[in-house]
C-alpha cells in the first residue's frame, strides 16, 4: 500500500480543459501501475484510464480523444490531461496505483484490483 498525492481538481466550464496529477513515492526498483478513476454521485465508481507495464495507455470510451494520460520520466507520477470537458465529467476523481516488482500490471480500468488508492479531487464542469 503506497500513498498516493492528487492534484489539479477544480470548477471549469464545458469545452475547459485541466490536468490531474498523481504522484507516488519514488522507489529505486519496481514498477508502478496506475490508473485513474471517478465517481458522480449517486453512481458507481468507473474507469477512465490506465497505464499498462509497457507504459501502453487505455482509455473508457466516454473520454476516448479527449482525455491523455502521461508519465513523468521517473514513472511515480500520472498525469490525466482533460480537454473538451463536458458537463458529464463532473465526478470526483480517484488515483490509483500498484507497485509491481515481476513487470506485470494485472490491475486495469476494468478489474479495479488496484491496492492503493488516493483520497480524490474533484472536477467539477459548468454547461
Known amino acids: 500500500d503506497v500513498r498516493l498525492l492528487e492534484s489539479g481538481g477544480g470548477s471549469v466550464q464545458a469545452g475547459g480543459s485541466l490536468r490531474l496529477s498523481c504522484t507516488a513515492p519514488?522507489?529505486?526498483?519496481?514498477?508502478?501501475?496506475m490508473g485513474w478513476f471517478r465517481q458522480a454521485p449517486g453512481k458507481e465508481r468507473e474507469g477512465v484510464g490506465h497505464i499498462d507495464s509497457a507504459g501502453t495507455p487505455t482509455y473508457a470510451e466516454s473520454v476516448k480523444g479527449r482525455f491523455t494520460l502521461s508519465q513523468n520520466d521517473a514513472k511515480n507520477t500520472l498525469y490525466l490531461q482533460m480537454n473538451s470537458l463536458k458537463s458529464e465529467d463532473t465526478a470526483m476523481y480517484f488515483c490509483?496505483?500498484?507497485?509491481?516488482?515481476?513487470?506485470?500490471?494485472?490491475?486495469?480500468?476494468?478489474?479495479?484490483?488496484?491496492?492503493?488508492w488516493g483520497q480524490g479531487t474533484q472536477v467539477t464542469v459548468s454547461s
Open positions: 490509483a496505483a500498484d507497485l509491481r516488482y515481476d513487470g506485470f500490471c494485472p490491475a486495469s480500468i476494468t478489474n479495479m484490483a488496484y491496492p492503493s
Open positions: 519514488r522507489v529505486s526498483d519496481g514498477l508502478y501501475c
